[in-house]
């Protein structure tokens, strides 16, 4: 009942910049937390950065100072901008929405399809 779209994936040189985006849609009633994973090749999909409905945040150790998440409520669309990348951010980087949708009331936990962010020279 909650699709999620992804963008802003691609190929960035280190120390370059990216902006990820993901909307939700679908029979929203409310959402709650949105946030960002990764998974590198070989490795467990791990948290980088979350954002509450009222906007407080958390961040991977690894990605702070260098990643900003932000949510806009009224577009149900959240983002990872990311500056000073470097080449162990290289991994499909998936957004996750949870809240409660109009039917019932009920809770939803829906992932994006993924998006690849490589960076390297």
């Known amino acids: 009942q909650v699709q999620l779209v992804e963008s802003g994936g691609g190929l960035v040189q280190p120390g370059g910049s990216l902006r990820l985006s993901c909307a939700a849609s679908g029979s929203i009633f409310r959402i709650n937390t949105m946030a960002w994973y990764r998974q590198a090749p070989g490795k467990q999909r791990e948290l980088v950065a979350s954002?509450?409905?009222?906007?407080?945040?958390n961040y991977a150790d690894s990605v702070k100072g260098r990643f900003t998440i932000s949510r806009d409520n009224a577009k149900n669309t959240v983002y990872l901008q990311m500056d000073s990348l470097k080449p162990e951010d290289t991994a499909v980087y998936y957004c996750?929405?949870?809240?409660?949708?109009?039917?019932?009331?009920?809770?939803?936990?829906?992932w994006g399809q993924g998006t690849q962010v490589t960076v390297s020279q």
């Open positions: 996750n929405v949870r809240g409660t949708v109009t039917e019932y009331l009920r809770d939803f936990d829906s």
């Open positions: 954002i509450t409905r009222g906007s407080s945040t």
